[in-house]
C-alpha cells in the first residue's frame, strides 16, 4: 500500500493486485452489458440503417474501455492523485452516442460510474454520475412499449447508492493511509529514540570501565613514578624496583585496552579463569604493587557466574581498591566473595578514615576527575538485578557490599 505525504520515502508506484482484479471484473461485466445490449438492438432491430453505425461504436467501445483499465493498472496514478481522465472521456463519449442511437445500451452505464468515481476528482464525478444515471433514465424511457415506473426510478437509486458506498470506502481507505503513515512516522522515532539511549547506555558502559580499568592503572603508574622520582638519589635500587612496578601495571593496562578492543571483557577473566581466582590475584597484586597488604577470602562454595556478573563484581573491586588506595589512607584492606544460595555478594573492607555515607554521592564527575566510583558501581549491579551497599562513618573505615542475584538453576 501506498502512502502519501512527505512521512514516507518517495518511491514508484507499484500495480495493485486487488485493483486488477476488479478492474478485470469490471471491464468483464462492461463487456458482457456491451455484448447484451448489441444482441438485443440487432434483435428488435433487423435491417435497421443505423446498425453499422452501431456495431462500430460497440466494437470501439469494446475495445478502448479494456485498453483504458489495462494502460491505467500498468502505469497507476501516484499516492492521493486520480487516473488519468482521456480513457473514461473516451468511453463515455462512444457510450453517450450509442444510448442516443440506441437506448438499449443505457445499462452499460454501471461499469461507467465505478470508473468515473475512480478517475475524477468528487466534485467533478458526482455531476458525471448524475449526468449518467439521468442519460440511462430517458433511455429507458425511449425504448418502445409502456414507461415502466420501476425502470426510471432504479437508476438514479443504484447511482446514488454506488457512489454514497464508493465515497465511504474511499475516506475509510484514506484514514486508514494516514493511521499507517503515523505508525511508521512513530515506529521511526522510537527506533531514533532507542538508538540514542543505547549509544548513551553504551557511553556510560566504556566510561565505567575506562574509570576501574585504564584511569586506575594510570593512577598508580603516576603514584609508582612519583615515588622513584623521590628515591631515585637516595636509594636507586627502590626506585629502580618502583619503575618496574609502573611498567607491569603499564604492560597490563596495554592488555586492557586491547581486550577494550576485542570485547571488554577483564584480562583478570581470561583464559578460563574463575572470579574468586581474578580477586585473588587482584589482592596478590594490589599489595605487591602499592604496599597496602589486602587479603582475599572465599565463603562458600563457587557457584559459577554470567560473565556479565564476574566481569562487573571484578570491575567493582578493582575501583574500590582504588578508591582505598588514593582516599581512604588505610593500613590495609580486605576481598571477600560469599555465595549465600541466591546471591553472590563481594565484600571490600578498609580500616581507613572513612566518610559520611549519608551525603548523597554526585551524579556526574568533579573538575578533579573523581565522581565515577559508587555511581559506576551502582550502574553496574543495577543492570544485573543487584544492590550495592556502603557502611561506613568517620574514623571507622569502610565497607562495600556488592550483590548480584543468582538464577535458579544456579543455585548450591
Not at 565522581?371 to 558501581?377: E, Y
Amino acid at each position: 500500500m501506498h502512502h502519501p505525504g512527505p512521512l514516507l520515502p518517495s518511491s514508484p508506484a507499484s500495480p495493485d493486485p486487488d485493483a486488477g482484479r476488479l478492474a478485470v471484473l469490471l471491464d468483464s461485466a462492461f463487456l458482457l452489458l456491451l455484448a447484451t445490449s448489441l444482441s438485443r438492438f440487432l434483435t428488435h432491430h433487423p435491417g435497421n440503417p443505423r446498425i453499422p453505425l452501431v456495431l462500430g461504436l460497440s466494437i470501439a467501445l469494446a475495445v478502448v474501455q479494456p485498453v483504458g483499465s489495462w494502460l491505467a493498472h500498468r502505469r497507476p496514478a501516484a499516492p492521493g492523485q486520480r487516473r488519468r481522465p482521456w480513457p473514461l472521456v473516451a468511453v463515455t463519449v462512444l457510450w453517450v452516442v450509442l444510448v442516443l442511437l440506441a437506448p438499449s445500451f443505457a445499462w452499460c452505464a454501471v461499469p461507467l460510474v465505478y470508473t468515473a468515481l475512480r478517475t475524477l476528482p468528487t466534485p467533478a464525478a458526482i455531476p458525471l454520475v448524475a449526468a449518467l444515471a439521468l442519460l440511462v433514465t430517458v433511455g429507458e424511457a425511449r425504448l418502445p412499449g409502456p414507461v415502466d415506473a420501476n425502470l426510471v426510478l432504479l437508476p438514479p437509486a443504484v447511482a446514488a447508492l454506488a457512489t454514497g458506498v464508493f465515497l465511504y470506502m474511499e475516506r475509510q481507505a484514506e484514514r486508514q493511509r494516514a493511521l499507517i503513515a503515523d505508525l511508521v512516522r512513530t515506529r521511526r522515532e522510537l527506533a531514533a529514540t532507542e538508538r540514542r539511549e543505547g549509544t548513551l547506555a553504551e557511553r556510560e558502559r566504556l566510561a565505567m570501565e575506562i574509570h576501574d580499568t585504564l584511569a586506575q592503572g594510570l593512577s598508580s603508574q603516576q603514584m609508582l613514578l612519583q615515588a622513584a622520582d623521590r628515591t631515585w638519589d637516595g636509594d636507586p635500587a627502590t626506585a629502580r624496583g618502583h619503575v618496574r612496578t609502573a611498567a607491569e601495571v603499564a604492560a597490563r593496562n596495554l592488555a586492557e585496552a586491547r581486550r577494550f578492543v576485542h570485547d571488554l571483557a577483564p584480562a583478570e577473566l581470561a583464559d578460563g579463569r574463575t572470579l574468586d581466582q581474578a580477586l585473588r590475584s587482584l589482592a596478590e597484586r594490589e599489595s605487591s604493587e602499592s604496599g597496602l597488604p589486602v587479603r582475599f577470602h572465599l565463603d562458600g562454595a563457587p557457584v559459577p557466574l554470567p560473565a556479565a556478573a564476574q566481569s562487573a563484581l571484578l570491575r567493582i573491586a578493582q575501583g574500590a581498591l582504588a578508591n582505598v588506595r588514593e582516599h581512604a589512607g588505610a593500613s590495609a584492606a580486605a576481598l571477600t566473595l560469599s555465595f549465600l544460595g541466591d546471591q553472590a555478594v563481594l565484600d571490600i573492607a578498609d580500616d581507613g578514615r572513612g566518610f559520611a555515607p549519608a551525603a548523597p554521592p554526585s551524579s556526574s564527575p568533579s573538575p578533579t576527575g573523581r565522581g565515577h566510583g559508587l555511581p559506576a558501581m551502582r550502574a553496574r549491579l543495577r543492570q544485573l538485578g543487584g544492590t550495592l551497599t556502603v557502611e561506613s562513618a568517620p574514623g571507622e573505615g569502610t565497607v562495600v557490599s556488592a550483590a548480584v542475584p543468582l538464577t535458579p538453576d544456579r543455585r548450591p
